[in-house]
């Protein structure tokens, strides 16, 4: 549900490249972080700040907001 809710059922014919990129970034941190939100894609911002994580979280929101 989330995956579709962010990033679309299917990527943009002109920008299929940066949708892969962008949702191959998100699944990582997923995994990584064991987030298993079913409707946030990245579940909730890390509530201390963990350099690594707090900015990767930081930069996968801001792009998200573009699609």
């Not at 679309?8 to 940066?18: L, S, Y």
């Not at 064991?34 to 930069?59: C, K, M, N, S």
């Amino acid at each position: 549900m989330w995956f579709v809710t962010v990033l679309g059922p299917v990527p943009p014919a002109h920008k299929t490249q940066e949708w892969m990129d962008h949702a191959t970034q998100v699944l990582a941190y997923r995994v990584t972080y064991g987030i298993t939100d079913q409707a946030v894609a990245l579940g909730a911002a890390p509530e201390e700040y963990v350099p690594r994580r707090t900015e990767w979280h930081r930069e996968l929101a801001k792009d998200l907001r573009r699609w």
